[in-house]
């Protein structure tokens, strides 16, 4: 690793001028405003707003094949990107604590929670979408992933709110490798919840997939 | 989420000079738990460090073990072929923890930070001695939510029954660190003040008077690797963890295993502990009365005595004082039978 005399070149500081004046900015109100004024501001979310217009950072990542350059606040989630800002509504937004899995995706071919994830942390990243695992979708060639299919033939959904996150977490099982048994494919989905229960067809929809051996 | 600044460091010089330099400022590694206590306001930083692009996720063989980065993924590491021949006890310990998508996103250092999962820490309208002051905004220094330990007395069916204080009762988490301490491994840090290495077992700390601090690590110390000396114990290892459902939930109980056996003796034996203690809990005492004796249950019995010998409940606690001697029992047949 090369040794830096000046550590401020190995830390990207995005806009850190800007942080520096609204910290002014902010104290400048402060001054302004009687104290208790000050924090009652900050709780109806005034100088959240001010955060938002200043801390704005930007960021690349490919999404389902298209590069997107965004700007975001760096406390925006991968699933808020997602789904607030480029609309890509599939993935869905369930506990938004890593605990049921309605918000899964693939990050550089890894199923992950969208929900945990920090939007600025996939800088560079390609991203996986339930909307873009079907190939063609504009073309006449148009065809689902092989899993939407199977979860179609074996209704593995009732309410179909978990679906999408099922769909990808159930794909990137079978490329993990731990798709071999009924048993197999229960402990590596356990992180995707299923509220109306639809579980036994989900597995029997894994195991077809896997069993009929096309490439996912 | 309250607002943050957001910095992302490339080497570990950067990132330990970033966090040394501003007070509420933390490395965010994986985020799976972080993030999460992020949003509930448990921890409100002023500025992250996204160690993400630090070159640490090198699982390597040493001269004396294996070397596993801090950034290398749950999963990586539970799936790597020289962790699943020769540390079966702690692919299996991984993969008994969190979910798939979880463990592609948390870190082997993060596991080691992780904080607990007790309801009270949790809830920061709930009385409880380990979240100590707000780090930043506009209530910096003031206590995050009410002092007291909420647990004690309270609902704490999840909690401790060794090593607790009058502060606080909660457990770490953590399966990982069950296997870590079982298995001797060293955990090497750097800091503003040089690289040192610190012994798992002297990694984590119990609550005492200071239940706000959960490790030993210095301020601006950033885990950069962690060492596995080399063992016999792959043969005869084995991870038991008793929780609520069948997958995806955090342990009542764990107990991590490894024997070397000679025909039916125990030539050495490693016992740790999950779900007990504000810390992964050693079983030294038991291990001391196994080696050279018989695997017999007879003999499985008599340790696990020994083990509970100063163990406490706290009421809906309590089934722990009876499931953890009986856990113990069974890894113990389990690790002898496996091959």
């Known amino acids: ?216 | 989420m309250n607002p943050f600044q957001f910095t992302r460091a490339t080497t570990p010089k950067a990132a330990i000079s970033a966090i040394t330099k501003e007070s509420g400022t933390y490395f965010l590694a994986g985020g799976t738990n972080l993030i999460d206590l992020m949003k509930r306001e448990v921890i409100i930083p002023e500025r992250l460090v996204d160690i993400n692009k630090l070159p640490l996720a090198t699982i390597e063989k040493t001269a004396s073990g294996l070397r596993i980065g801090a950034m290398a993924k749950n999963s990586a590491v539970a799936d790597h072929e020289l962790v699943k021949k020769h540390f079966p006890l702690l692919s299996m310990a991984l993969n008994a923890g969190a979910s798939a998508q979880l463990r592609n996103m948390a870190t082997v250092g993060g596991n080691l930070m992780q904080r607990t999962r007790c309801s009270y820490f949790y809830d920061t309208s709930m009385p409880c001695n380990k979240r100590g002051p707000v780090q930043a905004g506009p209530d910096k220094g003031k206590p995050n939510g009410p002092s007291g330990c909420g647990a004690i007395g309270g609902f704490n069916r999840m909690h401790a029954i060794f090593g607790s204080s009058s502060k606080c009762i909660a457990v770490h988490p953590s399966d990982m660190c069950i296997a870590l301490a079982a298995l001797d491994a060293t955990v090497n840090v750097s800091g503003p003040k040089g690289d040192r290495r610190i012994p798992f077992s002297e990694f984590h700390r119990l609550p005492g008077e200071l239940p706000q601090k959960d490790n030993t690590l210095l301020p601006g110390e950033l885990i950069l690797s962690v060492d596995l000396p080399t063992n016999r114990f792959a043969d005869h290892s084995h991870y038991l963890k008793i929780r609520d459902r069948a997958s995806y939930a955090f342990a009542l109980v764990s107990v991590g295993v490894g024997l070397d056996m000679k025909g039916g003796m125990i030539q050495d034996v490693r016992l740790a502990m999950g779900g007990v203690a504000h810390k992964p809990w050693r079983l030294f005492e038991a291990e001391q009365f196994l080696k050279g004796k018989e695997a017999t249950e007879v003999n499985f019995k008599q340790a696990a005595a020994l083990a509970m010998k100063d163990a406490k409940g706290y009421g809906e606690n309590d089934f722990k004082l009876t499931l953890a001697p009986n856990s113990i029992i069974d890894a113990l047949k389990t690790a002898t039978k496996t091959a």
């Open chain 1, 1 to 216: 690793m090369a040794q830096n005399e000046h550590p401020g070149d190995e830390l990207e500081m995005p806009d850190a001028s800007r942080r520096h004046f609204l910290k002014q900015s902010s104290a400048l109100a402060a001054l302004a405003l009687a104290p208790t004024a000050a924090v009652k501001a900050v709780d109806t979310g005034w100088d959240q707003k001010i955060a938002a217009a200043f801390e704005q950072l930007p960021l690349q990542v490919t999404i389902n094949g298209t590069v997107q350059n965004v700007s975001i606040e760096p406390r925006v989630t991968l699933l808020d990107l997602l789904r607030e800002q480029l609309h890509l509504t599939g993935t869905k937004k369930g506990c938004d604590h890593g605990q049921c899995g309605a918000c899964t995706v693939h990050v550089d071919g890894q199923r992950v929670n969208a929900c945990l994830t920090l939007a600025m942390t996939t800088e560079g990243s390609n991203v996986t979408t339930i909307e873009g695992l079907a190939t063609n979708d504009h073309g006449a060639t148009a065809r689902l992933h092989p899993m939407q299919e199977a979860f179609i033939k074996h209704d593995g959904f009732q309410c179909g709110y978990c679906t999408p996150g099922q769909i990808m977490s159930a794909v990137a099982c079978i490329r993990e490798g731990h798709a071999d048994s009924p048993e197999e494919v229960r402990e590596y989905m356990s992180g995707n919840i299923c509220r109306c229960g639809a579980y036994a067809n989900i597995v029997e929809a894994i195991m077809e997939v896997k069993q009929g051996g096309k490439k996912v």
